[in-house]
């Protein structure tokens, strides 16, 4: 983080050109970092690129329903198990969370 605090200190005194050729980075890198940057040391930590929702990501009455069917029945293959949780109005179609 200090590399790139004082990699924007530079630019802002030289100019995003100059300094792309002092620290050997590209432009595109020094305008993301500018962008971000408010003069602490702390908005230059990389973050999470993590998402934090998904539309299709299950409810917790779904997730009940299916650790449900899965204890009740655990011999069940994967696949009957989704045709049973169809048949009590389960929507989603991807088959991978069903294997706890």
Request: net charge positive.
């Amino acid at each position: 983080m200090r590399y790139r605090q004082s990699l924007m200190k530079f630019a802002d005194k030289y100019g995003v050109s100059r300094a792309s050729r002092k620290y050997n980075k590209s432009r595109s890198y020094i305008y993301f970092w500018l962008k971000r940057w408010n003069g602490t040391l702390e908005s230059l930590a990389c973050q999470s690129r993590r998402p934090h929702s998904h539309p299709n990501q299950h409810t917790e009455a779904e997730m009940k329903l299916i650790q449900d069917m899965r204890r009740r029945n655990p011999s069940l293959g994967m696949i009957e198990l989704w045709h049973r949780l169809r048949k009590r109005g389960h929507q989603k179609c991807c088959r991978q969370e069903y294997s706890f």
